[in-house]
């Protein structure tokens, strides 16, 4: 994401100096309109290339994006992928006819144009519908085990939201392009969209990712457990419940019952007799029938 930051930056600033090229270094009005016209220009050459350059790199962010929620499945980015090849070879083969010495009209780089923004519009819808999809179908099956609002659908809608700005941009960055090579209406809003998808690609991923900070990860806290994660060991007068945590719905299970154990130890009395001297663990005891016999007897 950086480096489409890196590029934007270098695309607005030979923006700007090709408007001070334009306008300020060229004096005459035939002048700046041959200067904006010939679009072999070396500065104007490069701004493209860096605009091809974003272009195929965004659109190999939302692949790789793709690819990581599939699980790493190559099977099913695999014809994205050939549409992001695709959409590369015709935005490169288009600066590639602006250097060739048989250039005559602009009309020529038509079809380069067409395919380019064509492809990448098809790349943008089909790979976030294939996105969104997998976030929702995975989160069929773990909504089932909890309860209230999933933060999968926060992800959905982010994606969701996310995608549609680009693709609203693309529809109209493609709409234009075919106005401007039209012929019957005089429009030139296909620079203005030139100028602004380039900051686009950096700031759309910025925005999923602060979405993503923001919202969906304070919202998921609320479904860890504020309670004790061990439970108490029930006294002798005190009744403790267990409370499990499923989402946002708290259960309280019955009090546990209280069991007493009732131990009588016995100890034989001939076994006593058997003992040695000096280990019994009872005192002696005396015989009461014996001795009323013996002060009985003269």
């Not at 309860?147 to 659908?153: C, E, K, V």
């Not at 992800?155 to 709409?175: R, Y």
């Amino acid at each position: 994401m950086i480096l489409l930051y890196v590029l934007a930056t270098g695309h607005i600033s030979l923006d700007f100096a090709r408007l001070i090229e334009g306008f300020i270094y060229t004096e005459s009005g035939p002048e700046r309109i041959a200067f904006f016209s010939n679009v072999a220009l070396r500065i104007n050459v490069a701004k493209d290339f860096l605009y091809v350059t974003s272009l195929t790199i965004a659109d190999t962010v939302i692949v790789w994006r793709c690819w990581i929620v599939w699980s790493k499945n190559w099977i099913v980015v695999a014809f994205p992928i050939i549409l992001v090849i695709g959409e590369a070879v015709s935005g490169y083969g288009a600066i590639g006819k602006y250097l060739s010495p048989h250039l005559t009209t602009d009309t020529s780089i038509k079809p380069w144009g067409t395919a380019l923004f064509s492809l990448s519009l098809a790349t943008n819808v089909l790979v976030s519908s294939l996105t969104a999809g997998r976030i929702w179908w995975i989160s069929r099956a773990a909504h089932k085990l909890r309860s209230g609002r999933s933060p999968s659908l926060g992800a959905i809608i982010v994606i969701i939201e996310s995608g549609l700005a680009i693709t609203l941009a693309k529809i109209i960055e493609f709409t234009t392009y075919q106005i401007a090579f039209a012929g019957t209406v005089n429009m030139q809003a296909i620079y203005v969209m030139f100028e602004v998808m380039p900051q686009l690609f950096g700031i759309i991923p910025t925005v999923i990712l602060l979405s993503i900070q923001i919202g969906i990860t304070s919202s998921s806290r609320s479904y860890m457990p504020s309670g004790p994660r061990s439970p108490t060991l029930p006294g002798p007068t005190r009744e403790t419940n267990l409370t499990s945590f499923t989402g946002r719905t708290t259960q309280t299970l019955p009090t546990l019952p209280e069991v007493t154990i009732e131990m009588d130890i016995s100890r034989d009395p001939d076994q006593r007799e058997s003992e040695p001297a000096g280990r019994s663990l009872t005192p002696p005891t005396t015989d009461r029938k014996t001795c009323a016999d013996s002060s009985a007897d003269p």
